[in-house]
Protein backbone atom coordinates (compact mmCIF):
# COMPACT_ATOMS: atom_id res chain seq x y z
CA UNK A 1 0.00 0.00 0.00
CA UNK A 2 2.91 2.61 0.31
CA UNK A 3 2.46 3.43 -3.48
CA UNK A 4 -1.06 4.64 -2.89
CA UNK A 5 -1.30 8.23 -1.29
CA UNK A 6 -2.56 8.71 2.13
CA UNK A 7 -5.89 10.68 1.57
CA UNK A 8 -7.92 13.07 3.74
CA UNK A 9 -11.69 12.73 2.38
CA UNK A 10 -14.86 14.65 3.84
CA UNK A 11 -18.14 13.48 2.83
CA UNK A 12 -20.35 16.79 3.52
CA UNK A 13 -24.02 15.58 3.93
CA UNK A 14 -27.15 17.14 4.87
CA UNK A 15 -27.35 15.67 8.59
CA UNK A 16 -23.99 14.63 9.18
CA UNK A 17 -20.65 14.72 8.19
CA UNK A 18 -18.15 11.73 7.24
CA UNK A 19 -14.26 12.04 7.60
CA UNK A 20 -11.78 9.55 7.11
CA UNK A 21 -7.89 9.02 6.53
CA UNK A 22 -7.54 6.17 4.34
CA UNK A 23 -5.82 5.08 1.12
CA UNK A 24 -8.46 2.67 0.13
CA UNK A 25 -11.02 0.58 2.06
CA UNK A 26 -8.63 -2.12 3.22
CA UNK A 27 -6.27 0.70 4.28
CA UNK A 28 -8.48 2.67 6.55
CA UNK A 29 -6.60 4.68 9.43
CA UNK A 30 -9.73 6.64 11.39
CA UNK A 31 -13.35 7.52 10.48
CA UNK A 32 -15.12 10.70 12.29
CA UNK A 33 -18.71 11.95 11.71
CA UNK A 34 -19.41 15.01 12.54
CA UNK A 35 -22.84 16.44 12.96
CA UNK A 36 -23.79 19.23 10.28
CA UNK A 37 -25.14 22.21 11.62
CA UNK A 38 -24.40 25.68 10.72
CA UNK A 39 -21.30 26.24 8.48
CA UNK A 40 -18.92 27.84 10.54
CA UNK A 41 -19.77 25.40 13.26
CA UNK A 42 -19.46 22.69 11.05
CA UNK A 43 -16.44 23.41 8.83
CA UNK A 44 -14.56 24.28 12.34
CA UNK A 45 -15.06 20.68 13.66
CA UNK A 46 -13.83 18.78 10.46
CA UNK A 47 -10.77 21.18 10.90
CA UNK A 48 -10.23 19.51 14.28
CA UNK A 49 -10.20 16.55 12.87
CA UNK A 50 -8.09 17.28 10.00
CA UNK A 51 -5.52 19.13 12.11
CA UNK A 52 -4.85 15.93 14.42
CA UNK A 53 -4.32 13.89 11.37
CA UNK A 54 -0.86 14.01 9.70
CA UNK A 55 0.61 12.15 6.40
CA UNK A 56 -1.91 13.07 3.91
CA UNK A 57 -1.31 14.92 0.79
CA UNK A 58 -4.26 15.40 -0.85
CA UNK A 59 -7.80 16.27 0.06
CA UNK A 60 -11.45 14.69 -1.04
CA UNK A 61 -14.49 16.52 -0.89
CA UNK A 62 -17.77 14.66 -1.35
CA UNK A 63 -20.58 16.89 -0.64
CA UNK A 64 -24.34 17.80 -0.52
CA UNK A 65 -25.79 20.31 -3.29
CA UNK A 66 -25.82 21.78 -5.40
CA UNK A 67 -22.21 22.34 -5.68
CA UNK A 68 -19.97 24.67 -7.82
CA UNK A 69 -17.91 22.36 -10.00
CA UNK A 70 -16.42 24.79 -12.71
CA UNK A 71 -12.79 25.22 -11.91
CA UNK A 72 -12.72 28.58 -13.78
CA UNK A 73 -15.89 29.97 -12.39
CA UNK A 74 -16.10 32.22 -8.87
CA UNK A 75 -18.62 29.87 -7.25
CA UNK A 76 -16.76 26.82 -7.53
CA UNK A 77 -15.58 24.37 -4.20
CA UNK A 78 -18.87 26.25 -2.77
CA UNK A 79 -22.63 24.81 -2.19
CA UNK A 80 -24.54 27.03 -3.68
CA UNK A 81 -28.39 26.94 -4.15
CA UNK A 82 -29.36 25.00 -1.62
CA UNK A 83 -32.32 24.98 0.66
CA UNK A 84 -30.33 24.07 3.62
CA UNK A 85 -30.65 27.33 5.92
CA UNK A 86 -27.16 29.22 5.94
CA UNK A 87 -25.24 26.94 3.20
CA UNK A 88 -25.85 29.01 0.42
CA UNK A 89 -23.24 30.30 -0.85
CA UNK A 90 -20.76 28.58 1.46
CA UNK A 91 -17.37 28.01 0.17
CA UNK A 92 -16.08 24.11 1.53
CA UNK A 93 -13.07 23.49 -1.26
CA UNK A 94 -11.24 27.12 -1.19
CA UNK A 95 -11.33 27.15 2.79
CA UNK A 96 -9.82 23.53 3.15
CA UNK A 97 -7.29 24.26 0.63
CA UNK A 98 -5.76 26.92 1.89
CA UNK A 99 -5.70 25.87 5.03
CA UNK A 100 -4.04 22.69 4.33
CA UNK A 101 -2.31 24.02 1.18
CA UNK A 102 -2.67 20.49 -0.53
CA UNK A 103 -4.19 19.56 -3.81
CA UNK A 104 -8.20 19.63 -2.81
CA UNK A 105 -11.18 17.86 -5.27
CA UNK A 106 -14.50 18.41 -4.81
CA UNK A 107 -17.63 17.58 -6.19
CA UNK A 108 -21.40 15.70 -5.03
CA UNK A 109 -21.19 13.67 -2.88
CA UNK A 110 -23.28 11.21 -5.30
CA UNK A 111 -20.41 11.56 -8.20
CA UNK A 112 -18.13 10.34 -4.86
CA UNK A 113 -20.46 7.33 -4.45
CA UNK A 114 -20.04 6.46 -8.19
CA UNK A 115 -16.35 6.72 -7.95
CA UNK A 116 -16.02 4.31 -5.28
CA UNK A 117 -18.67 1.60 -6.97
CA UNK A 118 -16.46 1.84 -10.01
CA UNK A 119 -13.03 1.48 -8.66
CA UNK A 120 -14.23 -1.00 -5.23
CA UNK A 121 -18.05 -1.59 -5.36
CA UNK A 122 -20.34 -3.01 -7.57
CA UNK A 123 -18.91 -1.49 -10.90
CA UNK A 124 -15.53 -2.76 -10.35
CA UNK A 125 -13.72 -2.08 -13.13
CA UNK A 126 -15.98 -0.35 -15.36
CA UNK A 127 -14.91 3.06 -16.42
CA UNK A 128 -18.44 4.30 -17.17
CA UNK A 129 -20.82 4.00 -14.75
CA UNK A 130 -23.87 6.00 -13.61
CA UNK A 131 -24.61 6.00 -10.02
CA UNK A 132 -28.23 6.90 -8.56
CA UNK A 133 -29.11 7.56 -4.62
CA UNK A 134 -33.01 7.55 -3.86
CA UNK A 135 -33.86 8.82 -0.41
CA UNK A 136 -34.17 12.41 1.36
CA UNK A 137 -33.57 13.49 -2.55
CA UNK A 138 -32.70 12.31 -5.68
CA UNK A 139 -29.24 12.56 -7.45
CA UNK A 140 -27.77 10.57 -10.10
CA UNK A 141 -23.79 10.66 -10.99
CA UNK A 142 -22.14 10.08 -14.13
CA UNK A 143 -18.56 9.11 -14.64
CA UNK A 144 -17.24 8.12 -17.97
CA UNK A 145 -13.89 7.35 -18.99
CA UNK A 146 -12.61 7.19 -14.76
CA UNK A 147 -13.51 10.69 -14.30
CA UNK A 148 -16.86 12.80 -13.69
CA UNK A 149 -19.22 13.83 -16.40
CA UNK A 150 -18.69 17.62 -15.78
CA UNK A 151 -20.11 20.81 -17.88
CA UNK A 152 -22.20 23.50 -17.52
CA UNK A 153 -22.92 22.04 -13.56
CA UNK A 154 -23.25 18.64 -12.53
CA UNK A 155 -26.25 16.46 -13.43
CA UNK A 156 -29.68 17.10 -11.62
CA UNK A 157 -31.41 14.34 -12.98
CA UNK A 158 -33.39 13.84 -9.95
CA UNK A 159 -35.42 16.35 -11.55
CA UNK A 160 -36.66 15.33 -14.86
CA UNK A 161 -40.53 14.87 -15.39
CA UNK A 162 -41.44 11.64 -15.85
CA UNK A 163 -44.61 10.25 -18.04
CA UNK A 164 -46.83 9.72 -15.03
CA UNK A 165 -48.72 6.22 -14.79
CA UNK A 166 -52.26 6.53 -15.82
CA UNK A 167 -54.71 7.73 -13.72
CA UNK A 168 -51.89 9.00 -11.20
CA UNK A 169 -52.70 13.55 -11.24
CA UNK A 170 -50.80 14.02 -7.69
CA UNK A 171 -49.35 16.87 -7.38
CA UNK A 172 -45.78 15.96 -6.15
CA UNK A 173 -43.68 17.08 -2.97
CA UNK A 174 -40.72 19.35 -5.31
CA UNK A 175 -40.94 22.90 -4.44
CA UNK A 176 -39.34 24.00 -7.80
CA UNK A 177 -41.21 21.38 -10.34
CA UNK A 178 -43.81 19.63 -8.31
CA UNK A 179 -44.28 15.99 -9.64
CA UNK A 180 -40.56 15.64 -11.10
CA UNK A 181 -38.87 12.22 -10.05
CA UNK A 182 -37.86 13.50 -6.68
CA UNK A 183 -40.86 15.04 -5.97
CA UNK A 184 -42.41 11.73 -6.61
CA UNK A 185 -40.13 8.77 -5.78
CA UNK A 186 -37.65 10.02 -2.74
CA UNK A 187 -38.75 9.32 0.51
CA UNK A 188 -40.19 12.45 1.81
CA UNK A 189 -42.05 12.38 -1.36
CA UNK A 190 -43.73 9.10 -0.93
CA UNK A 191 -44.28 9.88 2.89
CA UNK A 192 -46.29 13.12 1.69
CA UNK A 193 -48.67 11.19 -0.32
CA UNK A 194 -48.86 8.14 2.21
CA UNK A 195 -49.40 9.96 5.19
CA UNK A 196 -46.53 7.92 6.92
CA UNK A 197 -42.94 6.82 6.17
CA UNK A 198 -41.79 5.33 2.84
CA UNK A 199 -40.62 2.03 4.64
CA UNK A 200 -44.07 1.44 6.54
CA UNK A 201 -45.45 0.70 3.07
CA UNK A 202 -45.38 -3.07 2.27
CA UNK A 203 -44.11 -4.44 -0.84
CA UNK A 204 -47.23 -5.00 -2.91
CA UNK A 205 -48.51 -1.27 -2.21
CA UNK A 206 -49.77 0.16 -5.07
CA UNK A 207 -47.75 3.39 -4.43
CA UNK A 208 -44.22 0.82 -5.58
CA UNK A 209 -45.74 0.70 -9.08
CA UNK A 210 -45.29 4.66 -9.90
CA UNK A 211 -41.96 4.91 -8.09
CA UNK A 212 -40.60 1.97 -10.37
CA UNK A 213 -41.74 3.03 -13.47
CA UNK A 214 -40.08 6.59 -12.75
CA UNK A 215 -37.30 4.84 -11.88
CA UNK A 216 -37.37 2.78 -14.61
CA UNK A 217 -37.69 6.06 -16.62
CA UNK A 218 -34.58 7.84 -15.24
CA UNK A 219 -32.60 4.43 -16.22
CA UNK A 220 -33.96 4.97 -19.77
CA UNK A 221 -32.66 8.85 -19.65
CA UNK A 222 -29.49 7.20 -18.47
CA UNK A 223 -28.93 4.59 -20.99
CA UNK A 224 -29.63 7.27 -23.23
CA UNK A 225 -27.02 9.01 -22.73
CA UNK A 226 -24.58 6.20 -23.99
CA UNK A 227 -22.35 6.24 -21.08
CA UNK A 228 -22.99 3.97 -18.52
CA UNK A 229 -22.01 -0.01 -18.94
CA UNK A 230 -23.79 -0.68 -15.30
CA UNK A 231 -26.11 1.75 -13.15
CA UNK A 232 -25.90 1.21 -9.48
CA UNK A 233 -28.93 2.62 -6.92
CA UNK A 234 -28.60 3.11 -3.66
CA UNK A 235 -30.04 5.38 -1.40
CA UNK A 236 -32.97 4.36 1.83
CA UNK A 237 -36.11 4.03 -0.58
CA UNK A 238 -34.05 1.47 -1.98
CA UNK A 239 -33.22 -0.50 0.86
CA UNK A 240 -35.52 -3.36 1.10
CA UNK A 241 -34.39 -4.22 -2.49
CA UNK A 242 -38.10 -5.33 -3.98
CA UNK A 243 -37.88 -2.34 -5.92
CA UNK A 244 -34.89 -3.92 -8.30
CA UNK A 245 -36.89 -6.49 -10.66
CA UNK A 246 -40.21 -3.97 -10.77
CA UNK A 247 -37.21 -0.97 -12.11
CA UNK A 248 -35.65 -3.25 -14.93
CA UNK A 249 -38.64 -4.16 -15.66
CA UNK A 250 -40.13 -1.20 -16.23
CA UNK A 251 -36.77 0.45 -18.06
CA UNK A 252 -36.69 -2.87 -20.79
CA UNK A 253 -40.56 -1.69 -21.49
CA UNK A 254 -39.74 2.11 -21.70
CA UNK A 255 -36.27 1.39 -24.14
CA UNK A 256 -38.86 -0.68 -26.12
CA UNK A 257 -36.04 -2.44 -27.71
CA UNK A 258 -34.74 0.80 -29.08
CA UNK A 259 -31.07 0.13 -27.29
CA UNK A 260 -30.63 -3.66 -27.45
CA UNK A 261 -29.51 -4.61 -23.71
CA UNK A 262 -29.86 -8.49 -24.00
CA UNK A 263 -32.52 -9.24 -20.81
CA UNK A 264 -29.70 -11.50 -18.87
CA UNK A 265 -27.36 -8.38 -18.55
CA UNK A 266 -30.42 -6.26 -17.76
CA UNK A 267 -31.74 -8.63 -14.84
CA UNK A 268 -28.18 -9.50 -13.56
CA UNK A 269 -25.60 -7.61 -13.96
CA UNK A 270 -26.59 -4.02 -15.31
CA UNK A 271 -29.07 -1.84 -12.46
CA UNK A 272 -27.77 -3.48 -9.34
CA UNK A 273 -27.90 -2.69 -5.66
CA UNK A 274 -24.12 -0.74 -4.36
CA UNK A 275 -21.92 -2.99 -2.73
CA UNK A 276 -19.94 -0.17 -0.18
CA UNK A 277 -22.75 0.68 1.85
CA UNK A 278 -22.36 3.50 3.77
CA UNK A 279 -18.40 3.94 2.42
CA UNK A 280 -19.39 4.89 -0.70
CA UNK A 281 -19.27 8.37 0.27
CA UNK A 282 -16.45 8.72 2.00
CA UNK A 283 -14.36 6.53 0.03
CA UNK A 284 -15.57 8.52 -2.72
CA UNK A 285 -13.96 11.35 -0.86
CA UNK A 286 -10.81 9.56 -1.24
CA UNK A 287 -10.59 9.13 -4.75
CA UNK A 288 -11.20 12.63 -5.38
CA UNK A 289 -8.30 13.65 -3.57
CA UNK A 290 -6.59 11.02 -5.23
CA UNK A 291 -7.12 12.56 -8.50
CA UNK A 292 -6.80 16.15 -7.74
CA UNK A 293 -3.27 15.36 -6.43
CA UNK A 294 -2.55 13.30 -9.59
CA UNK A 295 -3.86 16.72 -11.70
CA UNK A 296 -1.45 18.43 -9.95
CA UNK A 297 1.67 15.91 -10.65
CA UNK A 298 0.91 15.80 -14.55
CA UNK A 299 -1.38 12.77 -13.53
CA UNK A 300 1.73 10.11 -12.44
CA UNK A 301 1.49 10.96 -8.71
CA UNK A 302 -1.83 8.97 -7.95
CA UNK A 303 -1.89 6.23 -10.53
CA UNK A 304 -3.87 4.37 -8.61
CA UNK A 305 -6.93 6.61 -8.20
CA UNK A 306 -6.27 7.84 -11.75
CA UNK A 307 -7.71 4.78 -13.29
CA UNK A 308 -9.50 1.36 -12.23
Known amino acids: MSEIPLVAGIELGGTKCICILARGPDAIEEIVRIPTTRPDETLAAIEAVLDRWSGFVAIGIASFGPVGIDRRGGDYGHITSTPKPGWAGTDVAGRLQRRYAVPTGFHTDVVGAAL ?136 TRSLGGYIALPEPTLVDTFVVPPALGGNAGPLGAIILGGQALGDSVGGSGSSAFMSY
Open 116 to 251: AEARWGAAQSLADIAYVTVGTGVGAGLIAGHRPVDGLMHSELGHIRPVRTPGDDWIGSCPFHGACLEGLVSGPAIAARLGHPADEAPADHPVWTGVAEALGQLCHTLVLTGIPRRIVIGGGVMGAGHLFPRVRAAL
